[in-house]
């Protein structure tokens, strides 16, 4: 039996007949572009664990704190350009209509590759999307990609001067301490504003704790019902941990067979379980370029702009 790990052609056999193909991408997609993922290492900010300080109830405790880690990701974000892989799958999305892009990512390097925005569900929602942080309030700002944000948060717009040593810059050592910002010199709602409250505006990604959007959800269960099966599913950079994306490749799998294809640094076995499935270890960066190439054609520059 012809190896399902790191086997181009036995992917490029699927290829050649899928139909529907569904991606669930994660941090490792970004993370050549100069990311930190989660979980492993780069996970840390300071001394916190990246996942500690989203939640609702770190930003109620110290939204300064909070503002100051979603600030330095926006500012990080808009420094790095989308990589190969961000090319690679908006180019598989242009020519396959029946390709849907799921990503976990905050950080609007798909857009920016071009990738058709009707067939890409941000689950996680932006970096650049502000929105009310009052329960009662539905105020929502789009693309806002101001850096600072509001002056209070300027020593977050500061790059390291090597990416590889982040805590080179006084907001990332930990021996250095924090600006303490007040609650008063954190951006405001200005529709809570006009009826005499004082509500503060919160990045528009989701928490733990928190619900993914209801109608994005419809959407995409709308998507894997309809039609045949789902030929391909591809897992990219993702840890599978965090639900309901983590699921997405099993709930595929109920319409007939289905090939779950990961797309990882590290490759667990957990990640290709069945027959019909393939694994390529390393960075999403170097294989799906070639993954899709017999579709996509050779990328300009190998991607990398
Ligand atoms: N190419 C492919 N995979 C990579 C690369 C790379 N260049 N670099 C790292 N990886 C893999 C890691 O091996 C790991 O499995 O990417 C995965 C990143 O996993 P996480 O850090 O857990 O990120 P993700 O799965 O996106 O996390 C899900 O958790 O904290 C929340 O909301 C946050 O959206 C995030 C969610
Ligand atoms: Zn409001």
Not at 5 to 31: D, E, T, V, W, Y
Not at 226 to 239: C, K, M, N, R
Not at 268 to 281: G, I, S, V, Y
């Amino acid at each position: 039996m012809a190896s399902r790990l790191n086997n181009l052609a036995a992917f490029h056999q699927k290829l050649a007949k899928a139909n529907r193909i569904l991606a669930i991408c994660g941090a490792g997609l970004s993370a050549a572009s100069g990311l930190p993922t989660f979980r492993g290492a780069g996970g840390l900010w300071r001394n916190y664990e990246a996942t500690d300080l989203a939640t609702p109830e770190a930003f109620a405790e110290d939204p300064g704190l909070v503002w100051l880690f979603y600030a330095y990701r926006r500012h990080m974000a808009l420094q790095v350009k989308p990589n190969a892989g961000h090319h690679a799958l908006a180019a598989l999305a242009k020519k396959n209509p029946n390709f849907l892009c799921l990503t976990q990512n905050v950080d609007n390097l798909s857009p920016r590759a071009g990738h058709p925005p009707s067939q890409l569900r941000t689950l996680h929602g932006s970096l650049f999307t502000l929105k009310c942080s009052s329960r009662s309030c539905n105020y929502m700002e789009p693309s806002n990609t101001a850096d600072p944000l509001c002056p209070s948060l300027a020593p977050a717009s500061v790059s390291p001067p090597d990416p590889s040593q982040p805590a080179k810059i006084p907001l990332l050592d930990p021996s250095h301490p924090l600006p303490r910002i007040s609650p008063s010199q954190l951006p405001q709602c200005p529709r809570c504003q006009e009826s005499g409250k004082q509500s503060l505006l919160r990045p528009g990604v989701i928490w733990f704790g928190e619900s993914l959007d209801a109608t994005m959800l419809s959407e995409i269960d709308a998507w894997i019902d309809q039609g045949g099966p789902v030929d391909i599913v591809l897992v990219v950079g993702t840890s599978s941990v965090v639900y309901p994306a983590a699921g997405y490749a099993e709930r595929a799998r109920t319409k007939g067979v289905t090939s779950v294809v990961t797309v990882n640094k590290e490759v667990e076995k957990r990640m290709w379980t069945r027959q019909e499935d393939l694994a390529f270890q390393g960075g999403a960066e170097e294989w799906l370029g070639k993954m899709f190439e017999p579709l996509i054609g050779a990328l300009p520059g190998g991607g990398n702009e």
